[in-house]
């Protein structure tokens, strides 16, 4: 069974940063696309990053261009996200998932696996 273990959340004062880290199991995901995504309290889901597997194409929300990567090990298997200049409006619950192919995708709906979320609290 594919799953994706979130870990790196916590909580930072405005202004700090955090790193988080998503670590697929279960198959290989080399030719999969990576996905970081938030949800706040009372708000949708919302799309803040991506990552082809080969690294060649990311895309960030223009909320976090500038102050958050995305990246990858692929030794590790592992994909992570940067998070410098922290907000409190970044205050959500974040999300990796997975979405087989390489192309870019945007869109919750176009990602198949996810993860159980990890908070990230931002205090002003």
């Known amino acids: 069974q594919v799953q994706l273990v979130e870990s790196g959340g916590g909580l930072v004062q405005a202004g700090g940063s955090l790193r988080l880290s998503c670590a697929p199991s279960g198959r290989t995901f080399s030719s999969y696309t990576m996905g970081w995504f938030r949800q706040a309290p009372g708000k949708e889901r919302e799309f803040v990053a991506a990552?082809?597997?080969?690294?060649?194409?990311?895309d960030y929300a223009n909320s976090v261009k500038g102050r958050f990567t995305i990246s990858r090990d692929n030794a590790k298997i592992t994909v992570y996200l940067q998070m410098n200049s922290l907000k409190p409006e970044d205050t959500a619950v974040y999300y990796c998932?997975?979405?087989?192919?390489?192309?870019?995708?945007?869109?919750?709906?176009?990602?198949?696996?996810w993860g159980q979320g990890t908070q990230v609290t931002v205090s002003s």
């Open positions: 990552s082809t597997w080969s690294g060649s194409g990311t």
């Open positions: 998932a997975a979405r087989r192919g390489s192309s870019m995708a945007i869109t919750a709906k176009d990602y198949a696996y």
